[in-house]
């Protein structure tokens, strides 16, 4: 339901690629010559450097496109992001973030297992991640407060600087409202990437893994060796829909515009999760 009208990169041969493939007419070098030009449009997708993100948001609401889907995270400063959440609101431009685990179903679903007690009692969250508290982890943290709700710090340790000095991964233990303690295992990204989280329920482990692309199952039973010992069964994995979902964040999009549904993704839990972040941050350097 979309077509490009126009595409901007810095780096000119990537522009020209991107114009030929795509056909598009419409090519340029800086947001600024857009802006001079006035044209209009219905989404602006920003997925530039997360540095340029500020000056980037601030020029694309000139052209008040009705949604604007930029990368996460909004901004690399807090107070910068609470002010480009209050512009586009002011605006009434929409505000997509790509949190896109968010627009999954397999996600939807767990959160919906997790609020029915489909395997009991939530008991505690293992998770495992690298490449910075703001640009890795705030992917972590946002998935983890949609699914648990409002979450706390009651721990944070010392910074693995693998991947920005300004942005390490941090280990830490938060909890939600219901007291359920979250561990975040923070890992070196120089020796692989990872992305994981076991949920420990009563009545088994539900298990996302390789970023979320697969989700594994384990349940109660009988051990078969040990006389009244309960054990965990053997793995069942399923591939999710990891790969679809932009898919559905652009219908997500489509629909906001044409039907006034709400975006899955948007500043304010942009703004839960970067709040999160930047006290992990703090603590860590304390």
Known sequence: NFFVKACCDTDLNKLNDFSKRWNITNSFSSIEEIVDK??????????????????TL?????????????????????KKTEEISRLYKNLGIGLAVNFNRRWMKYI??????????RWGELRSVV?????????NGSHLIDLLSWLLGQLSILWVEKPVFDYNEKDPS??????????????????????????????????????????????????VGESKVFTGYKVLSENYETTTDYYHSMDTAVQNIY???HSGIDLKSNSDNALIAQRICEAILKESFR
């Open 255 to 257: 629909d906001a515009i």
């Open 38 to 55: 006035r044209m209009n449009f219905d989404v602006v997708s920003i997925c530039n450097p997360s540095e340029n993100h500020s000056s």
């Open 127 to 135: 998770s495992h991640y690298n490449k910075g508290i703001l640009n």
């Open 108 to 117: 939807e679903e767990l959160k919906i297992g997790i609020q029915d007690k």
């Open 170 to 219: 941090i280990p830490a233990v938060l909890c939600n409202e219901q007291g359920i303690d979250i561990f975040l295992n923070a890992t070196n990204s120089k020796d692989f990437s990872l992305f994981e989280i076991q949920f420990y329920f009563e009545k088994g482990v539900v298990s996302l893994e390789n970023g979320a692309m697969s989700i594994k199952h384990r349940v």
């Open 58 to 78: 601030e020029l694309v609401g000139k052209l008040k496109p009705k949604v604007v889907f930029c990368e996460k995270p909004l901004t690399l400063d807090l």
